[in-house]
């Protein structure tokens, strides 16, 4: 067990969850200086590496999708433009 595994909960590394619960702690880091560290309901789980490549998969086909549906917005606005000017 490696104290740099991250969490795939909170993504923070081992380190920094509670020593007893293996509580992550919230926001996936240290709490500021003065301030109480609080903890999340969630416990530490380590993010394997197909894990890490199914999210890249699912982060490329969601750019797909985005950059589909931002060419579908452009093509719906220049048709309202010719729509709203048609002696433009």
Not at 19 to 32: I, K, M
Not at 35 to 64: C, G, M, P, Y
Request: with cysteine.
């Amino acid at each position: 067990m490696n104290t740099w595994d991250k969490c795939k909960n909170c993504g923070g590394d081992r380190a920094i969850h509670h020593f007893l619960t293996d509580q992550c702690p919230l926001g996936g880091r240290e709490a500021s200086i003065g301030r109480k560290q609080e903890w999340k309901s969630t416990t530490f789980e380590i993010e394997t590496k197909n894990e890490v490549d199914e999210l890249r998969k699912s982060i490329k086909k969601l750019l797909a999708r985005v950059e589909e549906l931002e060419a579908q917005v452009k093509r719906l606005q220049s048709e309202e433009s010719v729509r709203i000017h048609p002696c433009a």
